[in-house]
């Protein structure tokens, strides 16, 4: 099973930018796509990014032009760059890798809190 390590977020101000990474460890074998979720509380986890084995995007529409998901199959690392963070984008942001419809377990993701 491949381990998920989240890091680099943190309290940032509106406006603010951010960049978070994230390390996969193990057997990626089988991987179709990485993305990143964000968790906000009292909300269901939602997907925000994705980025696919043949480097297709999709975001969601709330966070489209401002953020820019990135891989490096060499270092088994994705990326997910925040511009222009808001408020509202305050939540727990986790990555996951989609071996054609089954994820791996979850890790203990990153907080990212917006607030001035």
């Known amino acids: 099973q491949v381990q998920l390590v989240e890091s680099g977020g943190g309290l940032v101000q509106p406006g603010g930018s951010l960049r978070l990474s994230c390390a996969a460890s193990?057997?990626?074998?089988?991987?179709?796509?990485m993305g990143w979720y964000r968790q906000a509380p009292g909300k269901q986890r939602e997907l925000v990014a994705t980025?696919?084995?043949?480097?297709?995007?999709y975001y969601a529409d709330s966070v489209k032009g401002r953020f820019t998901v990135s891989r490096d199959n060499a270092k088994n690392m994705v990326y997910l760059q925040m511009n222009s963070l808001k408020p509202e984008d305050t939540a727990v942001y986790y990555c996951?890798?989609?071996?054609?419809?089954?994820?791996?377990?979850w890790g203990q993701g990153t907080q990212v809190t917006v607030s001035s």
């Open positions: 980025i696919t084995n043949g480097e297709n995007r």
């Open positions: 193990g057997s990626i074998f089988g991987i179709y796509a």
């Open positions: 996951n890798f989609d071996h054609g419809g089954r994820l791996d377990s």
